[in-house]
């Protein structure tokens, strides 16, 4: 059988186009491009960042009374390991927290603070108190504490109301 030359041009075209969609057929079937749910990298960069955020946003003073200091014992089991609550109870990572609300900051004799902690300055208000317990590592950059933070604005709440019950005249609340 001869073919003419248009013969031949027409069906090395066909046998091309053939060539081009079983090629495009199996590399489709083999690789799946996926959309990922979200960029790796960043998303997770961004994900660590928000909730710290957050959390200074959030206020727990609004939740002191509907909360309870006995809740709060339960969560201080997160700081017992570094301190101490009794009346002149020794101090251990971190100082004794005996009287805490109002006293002033890195104040706790025999204890050696970081410079961000003394160099705040001020007594423990209830507002300060919240926001070192929300972050301590934001609000005194470089603080000795290693704790990463109470998230949750309820759970300082509690925390606060423990806290406070540390005094023989607790201070009113705010
Ligand atoms: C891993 C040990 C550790 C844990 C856990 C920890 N702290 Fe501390 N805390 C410290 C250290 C150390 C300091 C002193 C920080 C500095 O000098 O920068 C401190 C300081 C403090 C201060 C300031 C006291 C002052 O005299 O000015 C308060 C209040 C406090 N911590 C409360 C808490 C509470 C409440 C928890 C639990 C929710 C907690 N800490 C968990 C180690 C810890």
Not at 52 to 69: C, I
Request: overall charge positive; some cysteine; glycine content about 8%.
């Amino acid at each position: 059988m001869r073919f003419s030359m248009l013969e031949k041009v027409g069906f090395s075209l066909l046998i091309t186009a053939c060539i081009i969609s079983v090629s495009n057929f199996i590399s489709s079937a083999l690789v799946h491009a996926e959309k990922l749910e979200s960029p790796v990298y960043p998303t997770k960069i961004v994900a660590k960042a928000a909730p710290e955020q957050q959390v200074a946003d959030e206020n727990a003073l609004a939740m002191l009374s509907d909360s309870d200091a006995k809740k709060g014992l339960k969560l201080f089991k997160k700081c017992k390991s570094c301190h101490t609550v009794e009346e002149g109870g020794k101090n251990k990572v971190g100082p004794n927290l005996w009287n805490v609300v109002g006293r002033a900051k890195g104040s706790v004799a025999g204890f050696t603070y970081s410079s961000a902690l003394t160099g705040l300055g001020g007594g423990w208000s209830y507002s300060d108190l919240d926001e070192f317990l929300a972050a301590p590592k934001t609000f005194a950059k470089g603080t000795k504490m290693s704790f990463a933070g109470i998230k949750k604005a309820s759970d300082r709440a509690a925390v606060l109301l423990y806290l406070r019950s540390l005094s023989s005249s607790p201070k009113p609340l705010p």
